[in-house]
């Protein structure tokens, strides 16, 4: 040193500077000065130990730590310093004790010790750290923030407090297992209590540390809140529910489609398929280019859904048209398949057919009524006009002949406008039957007297009475003529016969008939086999009209082919 002469010495005992206990820090150190040579230790006057320090004579302070000492060789050990004053007072005397093997190992004990406090305590997972009387030591943030509690709460409790009462009862009986040694590590997932009384799912796992001799030192579980998962879970099985109770209660038919196809029960009876069939019943043509781009827009997310009338082939062969909206069906991986709404339109898609035909119809009505109505009525207005500018023109058997041609002209459109008048009352549900007792034959014999056809012959076999209205029947009976004269042949002739239960009249003309398959068609509104040619159209409302008066009075009024013949059938109850 720089006053003084310094001697140095390496000591052979150690007052427990070294904290793994005096008995072993001796014998290290002995072992370490007996493997060190100590000319590689001291050096000179101490100078390249010490640098520029100054001793003076007082004692080094280490402060209970060892410092560190550069060797000759580069290396470093760590060591002790004791220094004490020479016995004449001519230096000190510095005394090394090396430890530099136990430091080593001090210094990792703490960085693991300092590692696993920084996991404890800045860990995102609530963790508790209890000793052997199941008392709590330790709590980290995580599980203080989980419980609504701060550090002193926590130790102010004990353990199985933390629980509801059944499963404290369980925590206890784990607790004294781990005690015992009988069990070293184990988990619950149960309920905890929060500090403001509220409840909380957790999962606790828990795991013991014991010494050499098997005693428990402590036992650290770890807490992991399942609260918002179980909410997640619980709104999902609801929201799975739901969809599944959607899908199957829906009255609307509803079908998925990914790697494989499920249909809903209405759909299944919609396409009347049991209800375990899983045949996809949808067949779109690869030419469909606007179906398959919409299906593509929404498979790539470009759209969420689209809407189209399809048509769907039941198993009985008959065809079903449907609106299917088609809904894309995603998860977190992606695109997976397509949820299909189909309600079955067939009724209105035909009633959309209905109505195009209807109005189709009736413009032809408006131009046949103009037609009919012209007609008669150019004749009455020309006969009429001819009688009153040159009434002493005309001898009187042709004066006789235009007046019963203005009659008839005059009586048929009445009839016309009758039925109308009729079939306008029925549309707004009117039209009125005064139902009484009629003679059939003479109801008929009337209608042939004032239509004035020579060729129209009555046969009854018998002269039954009936339930009916007198008006309504010769209503019916006049159409039926009408139709038979403007589209059969003749000759044309009436028949009235009876049953036990029934009074029958038989309009019958020897023409082509109706079509085949088109026997009640032509019961239907508007409805017309076929126009003569060179005649004005038909209205189209005699047949159906006269069907409708029929059932107002509890009959039936029906068409079919009897060899030759054409037969239109009135049937009314018979009054015995």
């Known amino acids: 040193m720089r006053d003084g002469h310094t001697r140095w010495s390496i000591r052979s005992e150690s007052r427990c500077y070294d904290r793994t206990g005096p008995e072993q820090s001796r014998t290290q150190t002995r072992t370490r000065r007996n493997s060190l040579d100590t000319r590689c230790l001291v050096g000179g006057d101490g100078s390249d130990l010490w640098g520029d320090a100054t001793v003076g004579g007082a004692p080094i302070q280490t402060n209970g730590y060892p410092i560190a000492v550069r060797t000759k060789d580069g290396s470093t050990l760590w060591c002790h310093a004791f220094v004490s004053e020479l016995p004449d007072a001519s230096g000190v005397d510095i005394g090394l004790v090396d430890v530099t093997e136990g430091h080593e190992h001090r210094r990792e004990v703490e960085a693991s010790e300092a590692l696993f406090r920084s996991a404890f305590e800045n860990g995102p997972i609530g963790m508790y750290i209890t000793d052997g009387n199941v008392d709590g030591i330790l709590s980290n943030q995580a599980l203080q923030t989980m419980l609504g509690r701060t550090a002193e709460q926590m130790n102010a409790v004990s353990f199985t407090d933390l629980f509801p009462e059944d499963m404290a009862v369980e925590a206890a009986n784990v607790a004294r297992r781990f005690v015992d040694g009988t069990q070293d590590a184990g988990h619950i997932t149960t309920k905890a209590f929060r500090l403001d009384g509220s409840e909380i799912d957790v999962h606790v796992v828990a795991s013991s540390v014991r010494d050499s001799a098997g005693d428990l030192i402590f036992a650290i579980s770890y807490w992991i809140d399942l609260t918002t998962s179980h909410h997640l879970a619980d709104r999902l099985a609801r929201s799975e529910a739901t969809f599944e109770s959607a899908f199957f209660d829906s009255p609307a038919g509803m079908s998925m489609r990914g790697s494989d196809f499920t249909a809903n029960p209405a759909m299944h009876q919609i396409l009347g398929h049991p209800d375990e069939s899983s045949l996809d019943p949808f067949s779109v043509s690869a030419q469909d280019r606007d179906f398959w781009d919409a299906v ?21 062969g008959e065809t079903v048209w449907g609106l299917a909206t088609v809904s894309g069906l995603k998860s977190n991986d992606g695109f997976v398949g397509f949820l299909v709404h189909f309600v079955d339109v067939t009724e209105q898609r035909l009633a959309r057919l209905r109505l195009t035909e209807l109005v189709a119809s009736k413009d032809d009505l408006v131009r046949s009524v103009s037609h009919e109505l012209r007609t008669p009525l150019t004749t009455i207005v020309g006969l009429s006009s001819e009688l009153r500018d040159r009434p002493i023109d005309f001898p009187p058997t042709e004066r006789d002949d235009f007046i019963h041609l203005i009659a008839g002209q005059a009586s048929e459109m009445a009839d016309l406008i009758e039925d109308l008048l009729s079939v306008a009352h029925s549309d707004i549900g009117v039209v009125q039957v005064e139902v009484g007792e009629i003679d059939v034959v003479d109801t008929a014999q009337k209608v042939v007297s004032t239509w ?37 042949r003749p000759p044309f002739v009436i028949e009235v016969s009876a049953t036990d239960e029934h009074a029958k009249l038989r309009v019958v003309d020897h023409g082509d008939g109706v079509p085949s398959g088109e026997g009640d068609a032509v019961f239907q509104r508007y409805y017309r086999a076929h126009d003569p040619i060179g005649q004005p159209g038909s209205v189209g409302i005699g047949l159906s009209l006269s069907r409708q008066l029929a059932e107002l009075m509890d009959g039936t009024l029906t068409y079919y082919r009897d060899g030759n013949r054409s037969v239109f059938e009135l049937r009314l109850h018979r009054i015995k």
Do not use: C, W
């Open 296 to 316: 593509q827009s929404v498979r790539d997310n470009r759209s969420s859904s689209f809407s189209r009338e399809l048509k769907l082939q039941r198993t009985n």
């Open 452 to 488: 004035g056809a020579e060729e129209i012959v009555v046969i009854a076999q018998t002269t039954p009475r009936a339930v009916g209205d007198s008006f309504r029947v010769r209503q019916i009976i006049r159409n039926l003529l009408a139709n038979a004269v403007k589209y059969g």
